[in-house]
């Protein structure tokens, strides 16, 4: 089965309240950067927050990954460039990569990995429903 | 009638990820110093948010105002004095007074005003009952 | 004399982060909204954070305030109208006026307040040259 | 050689500002909850930010990863347990785990690897000197 790469770019321009003493972006903010990118992958694919939330399921992070190449600077513009990861697993998958939108280095690469919850809060062992139509839909479509 | 003063001191411990490219702690943190000091009062006094969730209310901030005087800088320790003032109308007033621990001098002052809605959004018009007894509690005691 | 309104409009995107419990954005970010306004501005007009800097100076605010109107939710986006308030002091003011781009509610408003400093941290007491010839470009052009 | 363990414990108290639409604390937070624990770490152990930066150097973080186990909520008190992990590498390297205090449950484990740059950007391939006799002081000390 082949399928396709999801994949969305998004623009982020770099606040000077997230840079830190050093003059760069204070790492923690990337974190920020990468849900820019998933709300961004979200809207375009019908994946948002709110998408899943409206099928009876949320989906907290249980990993996040950053590598940082390159400092990004105050009133730099950043593009986020997310991938969605396949997997058999009841998980979601994102892969990032953040660019400096000028000079067009790469800066940072990371990745997240999120799981189903039922609005009551217990895990979802399977993959939902809703998301393995989704994949139907977007991933394996001919 | 005679009020009391009703007021708390807090430390706040600077992070390195609150200071900005200046070596100044960003002016917006103070927000957050200010919600540390009205955090512990609440805790001190029986007005936490928990408390007056308990109550049926939520307490939303309808204005802040800031003032700063001096800068504070990574690894210092901010002394917050959080003061109750008190108002005939259905708000919840605090003055914060931020002093640096070491130098003892006042960095900034501040003021919020917050309002109270039952749990439905509906704005509380009149003095919550429990707000009204909590003052006669702590406020009026003789 | 007349002045000139010197305005700038910005979008804001509101981010999953920057809400609270309450499922509401939390108080104190609209500091940074401010700040995206005032960079907007800034650039809009040759009055940014780098053009100051480059002038010898640096702009640290001294006093902030922030009237909460209307709350905004994840998912909206803001737009920030930032107007420059001339003054005949050492200072740069702007008014803020922060609208709900879908509703057009005018959610919140608020002000800052800047002095100019030195790069050695001295309190520039006169206007700075660099910003009394500014405002003969912009605010005063006939 | 022998070498010890060097370990830091640090009492973090959850903000209201730190929780998300969930009421859980929002993932991003937890990086500023390692950064508590290094700094803390480094207090203890004569290796802060201003310790390095004194000998010259500057030690950016190259790489951060973040295992979420258990959510945190407004009102706990985190226990942040930094522990340097040795490496005959040019890098600092730290592993955290995170316990709420109250329930003692392990709920996020992670690590941050830092590099050292001299003060003109210039990346140590070497261990730099006072790194070498730190090690030995603290590490390998009989």
Redesign the interface.
């Known amino acids: 089965m082949i399928t396709k790469t999801l994949q969305s770019r998004t623009e982020v321009a770099i606040?000077?309240?997230e840079?830190?003493?050093?003059?760069?972006v204070?790492?923690?903010?990337y974190?920020?950067y990468f849900?820019?990118g998933r709300?961004d992958f979200g809207k375009t694919y019908g994946l948002?927050?709110?998408n899943i939330y409206d099928k009876g399921y949320?989906a907290?992070?249980?990993?996040?990954?950053?590598?940082?190449?390159k400092?990004l600077f105050?009133?730099d513009t950043a593009i986020v460039e997310t991938t969605f990861i396949d997997s058999p697993a009841a998980k979601l998958i994102f892969d990032y990569k953040i660019y400096n939108k000028a000079s067009q280095e790469l800066v940072t690469t990371g990745q997240t990995i999120q799981v189903f919850l039922h609005l009551d809060q217990r895990l979802s062992l399977n993959i939902p429903d809703f998301f393995a139509e989704w994949k139907n839909q977007w991933l394996y479509a001919t």
Chains 1, 2, 3, 4 share one sequence.
Do not use: M, T
């Not at 907290?60 to 190449?69: E, H, I, M, R």
């Open positions: 606040r000077f309240s840079v830190d003493s050093l003059r760069i204070w790492h923690g903010n974190i920020k849900e820019d709300h948002s927050y709110h949320v907290p992070l249980v990993k996040v990954n950053c590598d940082y190449k400092p105050y009133g």
